[in-house]
Every structure is written in structure tokens, then in C-alpha cells.
């Protein structure tokens, strides 16, 4: 292979060790360069959205909410699984900020598209910013988010927080930071109908696919 070749990472084998609710563990065999075989854990994901909603005074909301993995609450976005069947990414952000912060937006733009871990899991995010914001009526919670706090926090304020460590959530650090950089004029912002290349299929094409044979 010359220098200038790039090797191609062949899949010669697959095997699914755990299917639940929204996560699925495989292990496939990939053809290393030099021609040997290695074993690498996949963990597959629904996929999410989360949203960056801005006020007119440039106040963004961050909800407050317990996650079991690190016992704790954290500093968080909106946002919420792409499992809704059929629904658009945009149409689930949307459903999101109206569940989680009772609020409706009348612009959307894409502000980032995260691939969160690519070293064990496909799980990819995209992020919107969302403005012109209006309030709707209170929604009910359920479980982890019938706990949930939500606050109108200034963003520069939010850019100290995650600097100092206190937003630690990636995708709320990422949204975070990339929003002062738009508002500040130091960025852009894409349609809500830029493609999404990294958008994860497999977990939903296997349920289809466990479905159809069912």
C-alpha cells in the first residue's frame, strides 16, 4: 500500500451481545492494517437532539436534571431521544423544548452535530439554537424529569460555568460555547435541513428488522 493509500477497515464479522431500550452492544471483526483481525465494541444508539434557546436578552435555558450514571445533577440542554418513529430531528427539538422547558420557538437553525464517543458507541447529537421564544402551558413530567429545574441563565454566564467545570455535560458545553460564538458574530449557523452524515441508523434498523420477522 502506498503512502498515499488509505487502508479500508473491512468488516469480516458482527455479533450483537445486548439489545435494550435504546442502546445495543455488538462486537465486530474489522480487518486491520497489516491485514490482521481485532475485535471492537460498538455500543449502538437511537441518536438525540438538544437545543440552545436563546431569549432576547441573550439568556439561554439550562435544566437541571439527576443522571444515575454519575449519581448526580448536571447542568444539561434540552434534549431528548430521536425515538419517535418517522419524526424529523428538527420535529423531535421542537418536541423536546415544549416537554422539557414549556417553551416553542419560532426560528431554528442547526448549531452543532456532535459524534460523542466515536471510539466505542455511534451515538451522534445535533444541536439547534432557537429563538423567538414564547411560553406554553406547563407540560407533565415523568420519572427522572418530573424532578427536573430548568433557569433562564445569561450566556456568558453559561460559557463561565462550563469553563469552571460546572456544566460538565459535553453536548451543554458544546452548545454552550458555540452559541456564544454565533451571538458574538464569530460564527454561523446552518438550515434545519443541512445533511446529517453521521445520523445513527443501526440500532432503529435492527428493530425494524426484529419487528418485520416478529
Not at 435504546?22 to 475485535?39: F, K, N, Q, S, Y
Not at 439527576?66 to 418517522?86: K, S
Not at 420535529?91 to 422539557?100: K, Q, V
Not at 453559561?158 to 458555540?178: E, F, P, Y
Amino acid at each position: 500500500m502506498s503512502g498515499d493509500e488509505q487502508h479500508e477497515f473491512t468488516v469480516t464479522g458482527s455479533t450483537v451481545r445486548y439489545e435494550g431500550a435504546i442502546v445495543a452492544l455488538r462486537v465486530d471483526e474489522v480487518v486491520m492494517p497489516g491485514g490482521h483481525t481485532a475485535r471492537r465494541e460498538v455500543v449502538e444508539h437511537r441518536g438525540a437532539v438538544a437545543v440552545v434557546a436563546l431569549d432576547d436578552q441573550d439568556r439561554v435555558a439550562l435544566i437541571e436534571q439527576y443522571r444515575q450514571p454519575l449519581g448526580r445533577r448536571l447542568w444539561e440542554l434540552p434534549a431528548g431521544l430521536l425515538d419517535a418513529e418517522g419524526e424529523e430531528p428538527v420535529d423531535a427539538a421542537e418536541r423536546e423544548l415544549a416537554e422539557e422547558v414549556d417553551l416553542a420557538a419560532d426560528r431554528w437553525e442547526v448549531l452543532l452535530d456532535l459524534a460523542l464517543s466515536p471510539g466505542f458507541t455511534d451515538e451522534a447529537l445535533r444541536v439547534y439554537l432557537a429563538r423567538g421564544l414564547r411560553s406554553l402551558p406547563g407540560a407533565q413530567r415523568v420519572d427522572e424529569e418530573a424532578d427536573l429545574r430548568w433557569s433562564w441563565v445569561p450566556l456568558d454566564t453559561a460559557v463561565a460555568m462550563a469553563l469552571s467545570g460546572d456544566i460538565v455535560n459535553a453536548t451543554a458545553v458544546a452548545g454552550v460555547l458555540a452559541a456564544a460564538r454565533v451571538v458574538d458574530g464569530a460564527g454561523s449557523t446552518r438550515p434545519v435541513t443541512a445533511p446529517w452524515a453521521d445520523r445513527p441508523t443501526a440500532f432503529d434498523r435492527r428493530m425494524a428488522a426484529r419487528g418485520e420477522q416478529g
